[in-house]
């Protein structure tokens, strides 16, 4: 397990996994997962002060939430389904792969994806969704 989790934790997860990737399918829900659950091992950079599924979903920064969905309640406001659990909690329990294995960020770019992002390095694209992990040296919580 990556982290501790509860039944409450799964089902928020997957609406959050579902409402950012829908549309990019099973795998492209996952990477978000990934990013999700690293955001939560990580102890560093703007990651310090949240060590829960649930503190991940409603981190603000720079006074908006972290996760676009959040503020606009298009999908996440609907019930978790079965499906998106079964992903959240793989994530939870073990899943992690590239290009999201070790990402702290991504967005959809209305472009291409640019080589970092706030100073981050591009790990790889899915889909619509760009990927960016920590600069070399500054995270290594998120590497375990």
Partial sequence: MRVKYTDSDVALMARMMRAEAVGEGKQGMLYVGNVIVNRAVADCLDFQDVRNINDVIYQVQGGNYSFEAVQKGNV????????????????????????????????????ECPSTWYGQPFTGQYKQHCYYEPVAGTCASVYR
């Avoid at 998106?84 to 290009?99: I, M, S």
Wanted: hydrophobic share 30%; no cysteine; proline share 6%.
């Fill in 76 to 111: 996440f406001y609907n019930r978790a389904r079965s499906t998106e659990k079964r992903l959240a909690e793989k994530n939870l329990k073990y899943w992690r792969q590239h290009p999201a294995k070790y990402s702290l960020w991504y967005f959809n770019p209305y472009g």
